[in-house]
């Protein structure tokens, strides 16, 4: 019985030391287990170059090697002001983005005191701990510093052990260990987010600046901006509204994720974030506007926008509208850089929407002045059919009085009386001269209308200022004016339209005598020179050509008063209107005729000195005429 009970004792101690061996053995295979993943994630940490990336897997990670329910990732913000979610698993993968409070938080207290906070059992425990998610019973969790050269940047963290596990030391040691590696893969790939971030930035901003600059069309340019702006954010919604007086219009463009409701389907709760950056011309975010006291009423619920961010179109610092971000169903923080591509987007879309308006307002421009170009035609053609039915309806009397008149004062039907002949000679005199309004109406309407055809031939100016004189010799004779010719020995033959030189001849004399008192000098002169004359198209070229002048000692014209010369029916002053007859057409067609030649007409006068009218006409003619006839 002796050797039995010694036996079993024996085999007790054996089976103790056995299973020891055995404990210690899975000990060791978990611990080799959690070595080997911890140095499979160090691999990844030293390879990967996304720093969300990793903090998603080192969220995901900590929560599989410890066996918790969550993990999660919260780091400082650059100033120190707020701590962020970066990554989560679990049931709280939907807070991430959201600010995490600083108190009353276990990752707050971690980096407000740079210190491990384990609660092995949650409920017990006298300061009341819960989880970061409001929908989740806390039972047990760890949270440990994430430290660098001394300072605390975030926290590492797991919630509540799945069923039938728990957060023993070992746990513990080697989430600690876990967090160490993290810090240093945040160090190096802080750097290397940042810079890949610029370079991502820079890159949207050339995509979007070349799309917005290169289209004009209003919609374009914003369906472009909200596409690439929402996308690269990985907002849940990007929309434009733009500003009619005090009010922002409907979304004018917008963008937003499959599962998530466009804008317009219900009744948008930060709209008062919007009108207060239009007001305020500054950019407004929010992390969560549940909080926000600028939202009367708050949102309503989680299905809602709960983070919000609105920056003002600026145009010469006026608020034209505002580009709008929103996460619906989770909080988030905009980072900093996020905040800056927004601006910055926001000052290229002003020039853009600008440019698109000013393109859109000289179509419209473009089009009403068709319309006018097509009124403005109809009312020419009725405007020839008007001067072509008055030309034949007073030519045809006038022509008869002015005949029947000169027949009378001939004797045709027996000799007149002093009295008789001076109203018939009256008659004759204004017949000729409304004519002669009619016809310079009616030459100057074909002017307009383009359609007066010059007659090319080879044109004497010598002989026609002879011609011209000659006709005029009683009424230059009954004023007594001297005339002096001092034309140049060289011949002075033209390329022109002889009636047209003629009618310019007869006007620039005729009024040359008209407005000089009796007595007064006359001074016709003509020269060949080459002469600078217009090319078209704003150009100017030397060209050989005759300069023909006359010059008086009459009245003169105020400097001020010489604009006005050469316009329809302009003349100089009323007083003069009643003392001297004229129309006011004959300056007017002597320009339009010294210009169709491809010449210029000109005036060099001041008031009580007399007056020079000039004109130049082109040896060879108008550029790109026929052959001389």
């Not at 679990?90 to 009353?104: D, I, K, M």
């Not at 709760?269 to 919007?274: A, D, V």
């Not at 053609?381 to 009378?408: C, D, W, Y």
């Not at 409304?434 to 307009?448: M, R, T």
């Amino acid at each position: 019985m002796t050797g039995t009970t010694t036996l079993l004792a024996a085999l007790a101690a054996t089976l103790g030391v056995a299973i020891g061996l055995l404990r210690s053995l899975r000990r060791q295979r978990r611990h080799v287990a959690h070595l080997d993943k911890l140095n499979e994630i160090n691999q990844v940490l030293l390879t990967e170059r996304n720093l969300r990336g990793v903090l998603r897997l080192v969220a995901e990670n900590a929560a599989q090697i410890i066996g918790t329910d969550s993990g999660y990732v919260a780091l400082l913000a650059p100033d120190g002001s707020r701590l962020v979610l970066e990554a989560a698993t679990g049931p709280l993968a939907t807070l991430v983005g959201s600010v995490v409070a600083l108190e009353g938080t276990m990752p707050g207290e971690v980096v407000r005191t740079s210190q491990r906070v384990v609660l092995l059992d949650a409920p017990r425990d006298p300061r009341g701990p819960r989880s970061l998610h409001a929908g989740v019973t806390l039972r047990a969790a760890v949270a440990l510093p994430l430290m660098l050269k001394g300072k605390c940047i975030g926290a590492l963290g797991v919630e509540n052990p799945r069923r039938g596990g728990a957060l023993g030391t070992s746990a513990v040691d080697l989430l600690r260990d876990f967090a160490s590696h993290t810090a240093l893969a945040i160090e190096s790939l802080q750097a290397v987010s940042a810079l890949g971030a610029r370079e991502r930035r820079a890159a949207l901003l050339n995509a979007l600046n070349s799309r917005i600059r290169q289209s004009l069309d209003l919609q374009t340019i914003l369906e472009s901006a909200v596409r690439e702006l929402g996308g690269a954010l990985g907002a849940s919604r990007c929309f434009v509204r733009l500003r009619r007086g005090t009010d922002l219009l409907a979304a004018a463009s917008e963008w937003h994720t499959p599962e998530v409701p466009s804008v317009s389907a219900h009744p948008d709760p930060t709209l008062p974030l919007q009108l207060a950056s239009v007001r305020e011309r500054r950019t407004i975010e929010t992390a969560d506007a549940r909080g926000d006291e600028r939202i009367p009423g708050g949102v309503p619920d989680a299905a809602q926008p709960l983070a919000v961010l609105v920056a003002p179109i600026l145009l010469r610092g006026d608020a034209i509208g505002v580009v709008c971000f929103h996460q619906v169903g989770t909080a988030r923080f905009w980072r900093e850089d996020e905040v800056g591509l927004v601006d910055e987007v926001a000052a290229e879309l002003a020039v853009g929407i600008a440019n698109a308006r000013l393109f859109r307002s000289a179509e419209d421009a473009s089009r009403e002045l068709a319309v006018k170009i097509s009124e403005l035609e109809r009312a020419s053609r009725m405007k020839a059919q008007f001067l072509a039915n008055m030309s034949h309806e007073l030519r045809t009397p006038l022509n008869a009085v002015i005949g029947f008149s000169e027949m009378l004062l001939l004797g045709a039907h027996g000799s007149l009386t002093a009295d008789q002949t001076d109203a018939l000679e009256t008659v004759a005199r204004n017949g000729r001269h409304l004519l002669g309004l009619v016809n310079d109406i009616l030459d100057l309407s074909k002017v307009e209308a383009g359609r007066m055809e010059l007659h090319l031939t080879l044109t004497d100016v010598r002989a026609l200022v002879s011609d011209v004189l000659a006709g005029m010799e009683s009424l230059v004779a009954a004023k007594e004016h001297a005339i002096v010719m001092e034309l140049a020995a060289e011949p002075l033959t033209v390329r022109a339209d002889e009636l047209r030189v003629r009618q310019i001849l007869l006007n620039l004399i005729s009024n040359a005598v008209k407005f000089t008192p009796r007595g007064g000098q006359i001074i016709v002169r003509g020269v060949r020179k080459p002469m600078v004359l217009p090319a078209g198209g704003g150009a100017h070229e030397e060209r050989d050509a005759v300069w023909v002048a006359i010059s008086d000692n009459g009245i003169g014209i105020a400097v001020q008063d010489q604009s006005r010369l050469f316009t329809e029916f302009s003349q100089v002053d009323a007083s003069h209107a009643r003392r001297y007859e004229g129309t006011g057409l004959g300056l007017a067609l002597c320009k339009r005729f010294v210009e169709l030649h491809g010449g210029q007409i000109g005036v060099e006068s001041s008031l009580g000195h007399g007056s020079t009218f000039w004109a130049v006409l082109p040896v060879d003619g108008p550029r790109g005429a026929g052959k001389v006839s």
